[in-house]
């Protein structure tokens, strides 16, 4: 279907709330289109868009299409049920999901697609305000909010676009970069991908959506990256072995900070700093260094734009104090996220005791994970465990089986150090209450999850 935004003047998005929908609402809004959606949900991101002149509908229903809509963006997590959805068919309005919305723009710009199962928000906060900061104007979507801009989108005027390129239902397939920056493959999206196999196999053909002279920027630490690697010619690799093009070394967490040194083809272009933990934060700024230094963008800039990287929306991000007690709230919700970022804080507060609040996202996975989320708390001192969110559209029946307190039940027997220290609550409300009890002043408390848990941490901090 051939669809010319140019042409179209009104606009209904389906879940406008989603983050990646969002920022395209925003983005017609900005180009004098008229903009309206539904989301059953109510959040920060719903009250900017309404601020901004956009119409919202807090419920989902064929009433809210008429014959005047001429174009349908919806979330892929939409069913085809849908009362907008199945309306707007009926009207033969053009449908099209966020990805295709979001190719439209993208493919025709100089793209650059941050890619992979852990990172990409981190990473593509980390270039995309490098870019901004070398004065190269660029735009950025992102799956976070980023404190410069108050929002998940920066509207540039240059050729730059860079986006957070997502691998569910294969979506990143439509999209055409000029660079791909691949920062790890691990499973995930179990509900959708059948194996790693087949999870790797849509990396595999994202790659070679890259244009001749296309770039792909790669973490040369992770194996199921280097697998697939081998049918392009131009690669740039990033990570702590010796063999990459851009590696570092002589890491140190302290003091609240990271350094480390960068070697850049076997010289030396000095210590880097940044003010976020953890060494996947290292692999993100190794790939945005690396990105800096394709375009050619002066080492000192890219020093002192990473320096200045604070963090963004749920990524590590200090909410404030609740009974002396320092809250973070973070995005963390596979298995190799969560014991990274507990480690991470660890290390960046070796003298405090953590108290980790974790709400598992969706039934799908935390059932195909389950062995990989027994070992994820091993670095807390206390662990609450609430149960797990729903995510409408993406659950089956057979997956509801699995539960937070099974979880809870299970690390008790493999963590025999925790086991008096771990706790299940039934919702958020449960959640607040039970750290009302168990905190401590000088306490770390580190609230994860993708789903709504983070309204307990801006609810103890407000």
């Not at 957070?164 to 999209?175: H, P």
Request: hydrophobic share 35%.
């Amino acid at each position: 279907m051939q669809i010319n935004l140019e042409k179209i003047n009104k606009i209904h998005f389906i879940g406008i709330g989603g983050i990646g929908l969002s920022a395209i609402a925003k983005l017609m809004k900005e180009k004098g289109k008229y903009i309206c959606g539904s989301d059953l949900n109510h959040s920060l991101i719903i009250e900017n868009l309404e601020k901004s002149g956009i119409v919202i509908y807090t419920m989902q229903s064929k009433d809210n299409i008429d014959s005047s809509i001429e174009l349908v963006i919806h979330s892929m997590a939409v069913p085809e049920d849908n009362p907008e959805l199945k309306r707007a068919k009926e009207l033969n309005i053009k449908t099209i999901t966020y990805p295709e919305s979001l190719s439209l723009i993208f493919n025709n710009k100089f793209g650059i697609a941050i890619c992979g199962t852990h990172g990409k928000s981190s990473t593509t906060a980390m270039a995309g305000l490098l870019f901004d900061d070398a004065k190269l104007d660029p735009s950025i979507v992102v799956g976070s909010i980023l404190p410069k801009y108050k929002s998940n989108l920066r509207i540039g005027k240059s050729k730059y676009f860079l986006i957070e390129a997502c691998e569910y239902k294969r979506a990143f397939l439509n999209y055409y970069p000029k660079i791909i920056l691949l920062n790890n493959i691990e499973l995930d999206h179990t509900d959708y991908y059948k194996d790693l196999d087949d999870f790797k196999s849509a990396f595999e053909e994202f790659i070679t959506h890259l244009s001749i002279d296309g770039m792909l920027i790669l973490n040369g630490d992770d194996e199921n990256v280097l697998s697939i690697k081998n049918k392009i010619s131009k690669i740039l690799s990033f990570g702590l072995n010796e063999k990459n093009d851009v590696r570092a070394i002589n890491v140190e967490f302290m003091d609240g900070q990271t350094k480390f040194e960068v070697f850049y083809r076997n010289k030396n272009i000095g210590e880097f700093v940044l003010k976020v933990p953890g060494l996947f934060n290292i692999y993100n700024a190794l790939g945005a260094i690396s990105l800096g230094l394709t375009l050619k963008i002066p080492i000192e800039k890219i020093k002192k734009s990473l320096k200045n990287y604070s963090g963004i929306w749920r990524r590590f991000e200090i909410k404030g104090e609740y009974k002396n007690a320092l809250v973070i709230s973070d995005y963390a919700h596979h298995p190799t996220e969560v014991k990274a970022t507990i480690k991470a804080t660890k290390k960046f507060y070796p003298e405090k005791r953590i108290m980790t609040v974790f709400q598992p996202h969706q039934h799908n996975r935390t059932k195909k994970l389950y062995q990989y989320f027994l070992k994820s708390f091993d670095d807390t001192d206390i662990l609450i465990l609430s149960e797990i969110f729903d995510v409408e559209g993406r659950e089956e029946k057979e997956d509801q089986s699995v539960s937070s307190l099974d979880l809870v039940n299970d690390i008790k027997k493999e963590n025999k150090n925790i086991s008096k220290n771990i706790f299940y609550t039934k919702n958020l409300e449960e959640t607040k209450k039970l750290i009302d009890e168990k905190i401590k002043p000088d306490d770390i408390l580190l609230i994860m999850g993708a789903g709504d848990i983070y309204k307990v941490a801006d609810e103890l901090t407000n």
